[in-house]
């Protein structure tokens, strides 16, 4: 059996769950671990897809404040509307009193038999043929470590970032996680909240941010080992910035498509 990315642990009430926080779902300096914006978002949508008996199609976390280890997340499962298809459904996530998340979902399928995509994976090299990345420098063990990340020669690395401004914000990648996670809409959710990894190379320098909000839109899932990360930066002003990002299958299938709103931070202001 394999072991979940989170240990999100239901309770009596089939609308609570739990979720204890360990420095493997956090990130930052070992003395100032956080929750990952991208699990909280994962666990809410985990949560929701358990609680409806639906798969997610899209949900949006509003990120509130932080969580820190060792204290334990409550998700508590709201079900606003459930009709033949769809369920309509919200999401607060809790620390005690402080609320930390807040996630909108709504979750279905319909029988339908139509099925396209107009996005097409983009053209560069396998996984094996790519080099290891490293987005920030590493703080020891956290969350960052269970996720691979390749490029083609390792472009996006931080040692490669020259203070040049990109001329298209773009940047692409492929991700998987450490331990062969299965795949899911929860995961998909985990590697999105990398969208803010693509100010620094858009900027040509040490940058990230603190993501306001993280949306995911799912389109399907498929089997798949690698996840091919295609993020877009579209602009910063104000010290404010917007990206986006689509999450393609080794095989070229567009599984979801994700957006954030970013607090920008270069290092060094």
Known sequence: MTTPFFDLRGSHNPHRWHLPLTPAICVGPPEHLFMYG??????????????????VVWATAQYLSYARPPSVVDFDVWISNAGKYTTQA????????TEVVSVMAALGARPDTRDHQWPKM??????DDCLPVML?????DNLNRRIERRAPQGRYDL???????????RMQMWLRTAEDVPVDAALLAVFADYVPSGFGHALGVWAGGNSLDNTLRVLKIVPTRWVLAEISISGIHAGVGHGAMNLFAETGELMAVASQT????????
């Open 38 to 55: 991208g699990i909280g978002l994962a666990a809410s949508i985990s949560a929701l897809e358990q609680t409806c008996g639906r798969p």
């Open 90 to 97: 919200r999401v607060t996530a809790h620390v005690g009193e």
């Open 122 to 127: 983009p053209d560069i090299p396998p996984p």
């Open 136 to 140: 920030w420098t590493d703080d020891g």
């Open 159 to 169: 040692k490669n970032r020259k203070g040049e401004i990109s001329a298209d914000g």
């Open 262 to 269: 970013v607090i920008v931070r270069v290092r060094g202001d």
